[in-house]
């Protein structure tokens, strides 16, 4: 890493969790990273940045580090969620019963429904998380700011894409407002943290700003964001999105 | 004594086709901007408001029949400078859309604003622009012929279209301003050094000595020492390269070059026959791995790989690497013959960096003996 930022935050990482980090490059996954905490068997946590994201690896590695330093905020009770299985599988099921997923096969509209549920478990467990380890990182790494705003604009113009009829029709209505609400509540996320009010104008030309604004509190109520903190942000959406059946929380020790 | 008036700020203004706008660094998808005119007058007007509120003073920006207005009135201080820097920023960002209409104009109202003219020479330059480049740093050079830096862009625009003889004159004109010019060093050698490495080195000895951190230089030294001949020499070189930004490409093929130079120190040193300390290593590792276990032989294995990629030194002798997932305190033969060793049972068909296959085979041979001795 050439970062100093990058380095200070390894450093914590190191100090807090008693577990060295290890980075590397890894070829052929479509995020941007993958991350393999330690565990007493495997003491390293490693950080392995997609090849095609090499010239952002610092700012990569620096959400990494910050995604561990909330997580491991107790090492001894590290939060990890689980699907529970059979609500999964109702919720899939009515989702598919659902237009527009109903048009299709029988067999095709549960494994569409069933993709629903696990992005929208996806989604709620992983957005606070993305958007308290942005604020750890604009405060922490000023060296990676412009990094850092490249890095949002092209996940939030991403996710704006849902607007577009193609998107739009092709999940129920209730699937893509729960997508949009939490989408809405990054865009506020990082508008509170950068001053940049562009990505909130498909949100309020919309009408779903209010929506993200209610899980947007829900999260500014919580801070700092350590990892109690963070399992309470997330059941707070889940609650809000109606979310909260689907999935439960699984801790584990992972003190060296 | 008398009255002094406040300085007058002249209102800087641009004006560009919003057809020229780059939409895709937006944060909106610029499909639904496309389809939506209102919300796209409102996030150029933003992105403009924006950018024009962290400079200070106010901005007016208006988007009309296709055409963005943007009006700024500095709230102190020189606005060309302040703009100028604003623009050097975004390029910085990889903003360049929005920087050429604020170089632009910087340049219409006053010619001979050289850093515009530089920065944007350079900005075509690197769009690929190239001939747009040419032109716009010849005009730079028109009035500042003793630019050194100008001379260098002009001579990497050059270079990129293929026009060797220019590039060359225009980098030599460019060091004979400045020696110290490191960047037009690095150019220069990298043109002779497809050619003649010899003619390079000492341009490039130079270019690496005034840029101890710059990567490119370090590498480009190491190639040229290479192509000599000299490897003991280039190897720190590409130590020091990775080491620098141990994930980019350059690291890569510095990684790459590395491993070459030791397949062939390696079984060089022992005349092309297998290495008995490696052999050794390797019956080291066949039992430990087999009393370990699989879990252990994976974390061991991929702990030396991680610790691989900044380089082990081979040839020393030295006990000077420890692991975290084994006791002890290895050399870098050792870590190396441990990590082939384990890579076969793993992983038998991943790229280890190094061929100890003979070795291996050897210390499978001597554990063999060991388990099942000679009767006589």
Known sequence: ???????????????????????????????????????????????????????????????????????????????????????????????????????????????????????????????????????????????????????????LQNLSQVFSPRVKDSAPAEVFQKNVAMNAALALGWSGISGDRIALLPYESTGHLESGKKLFAALQAASPLDSAAYTGVVDAWARLLSLDALYRWDFSSRKP | MGFFEPETMTPFSFQFPLADFDLTRLPIDPDLLRGDASMLAAAVQEFYRESFEKLGGSATVVVRDGVVSVAWQPGSGDASAQLLQHAIGLLRQGNASSAEPILRALIAQDARNADALYNLGMMLSDQGRLVEAVETLQELLNFLPEHSEGWTALGVAHARLNAIPEAVKALERAIEIDPRNAHALRNLAAIHGKESPALALPLMQEAARLLPGDQRSQYGLAQCLLQLGRVEDADPLLVKTISLD???????????????????????????????????????????????????????????????????????????????????????????????????????????????????????????????????
């Open chain 1, 1 to 155: 890493m050439t970062q100093p930022d990058t380095q200070k935050m390894i450093q914590l990482v190191e100090q807090q969790t008693g577990y060295r980090v290890t980075v590397d490059l890894i070829s052929g996954i479509n995020e941007h990273a993958q991350m393999i905490s330690a565990r007493p068997g495997n003491p390293v946590h490693l950080i392995r940045v997609n090849d095609t994201q090499r010239a952002f690896a610092d700012y990569i590695v620096a959400v990494q580090c910050g995604m561990l330093l909330i997580l491991w905020s107790d090492p001894s009770k590290v939060p990890a969620i689980v699907l529970e299985e059979r609500p999964a599988a109702d919720q899939a099921e009515r989702w598919a019963r659902e237009e527009p997923l109903a048009l299709m096969s029988a067999d095709l509209s549960k494994k569409v429904g069933r993709f629903y549920v696990e992005g929208l478990v996806k989604q709620v467990q992983s957005l606070p998380l993305e958007i308290g380890v942005a604020k750890l990182v604009f405060e922490k790494c000023p060296s990676l700011r412009d990094a850092q705003a490249e890095s949002f604009r092209a996940q």
């Open chain 2, 246 to 376: 141990p994930l980019s490409e350059i690291a890569e093929l510095a990684r790459t070059e590395r491993s070459r130079i030791a397949q062939a120190n390696l079984h060089a040193k022992s005349g092309g026959g297998t290495r008995p300390d490696a052999v050794f290593f390797c019956l080291d590792a066949l039992q430990k791995f087999q009393a370990l276990g699989e879990e252990q032989t994976k974390t061991i294995t991929f702990e030396i790989a991680m610790l691989g990629r900044q380089g082990l030194d081979i040839n020393d002798p030295s006990k000077k690497y420890t692991l975290r997932s084994l006791p002890g305190q290895f050399t870098g033969l050792h870590l190396v013959s441990l990590l082939y060793t384990g890579m076969q049972r793993i992983a038998p068909n991943t790229d280890a960096g190094i061929d100890l296959s003979r070795e291996l085979a050897e210390a499978k041979a001597l554990r063999s003996d060991q388990t099942n001795p000679p009767k006589n």
